[in-house]
């Protein structure tokens, strides 16, 4: 192995000890539960200009949100020639979301700022659903 390649390893070795290391607890120490890294996450999944459009202003308003930290969604688009560009934005495996594109950029801009209030009102009632209905033969995404 070539003097370079060794010394990369060596410090992600020390890199990966001195986490360690840090995140040990002491007797007495509160210790807090660290974040979901992938909590709070918009995935784009759009093909069109028009939907690269409407996700870009979706996650700008979106991220004012305050579930916007907690809370992954997805935004999937489906392209027709017929029927103009579809899309929706998904959360826990369902659709809260769905339109069809209009042609003006502007009136996309407006859609997708409208888009972000209506899932997370969407949000919230699914949350309060499964949180007010306890039922022990259904799980939670059977609701």
């Not at 070539?2 to 002491?26: D, E, F, Y």
């Amino acid at each position: 192995m070539p003097s370079s390649a060794r010394a990369g390893w060596k410090m992600a070795a020390v890199i990966a000890v001195a986490t360690v290391w840090t995140g040990v607890a002491h007797a007495g120490d509160v210790v807090k539960a660290a974040p979901d890294p992938s909590s709070g996450v918009v995935l784009n999944q759009t093909i069109t200009v028009g939907g690269q459009d409407f996700f870009r202003h979706f996650s700008a308003a979106w991220r004012d949100s305050p579930l916007s930290e907690r809370v992954i969604v997805i935004v999937r688009e489906q392209p027709s020639a017929r029927l103009g560009n579809l899309v929706w934005v998904e959360y826990s495996r369902t659709k809260v979301f769905q339109t069809n594109l209009p042609p003006s950029r502007e009136q996309i801009r407006k859609l997708g700022s409208e888009a972000a209030s209506v899932v997370q009102e969407a949000i919230v009632s699914t949350e309060v659903e499964q949180a007010t209905l306890v039922d022990s033969d259904l799980a939670k995404e059977e609701i």
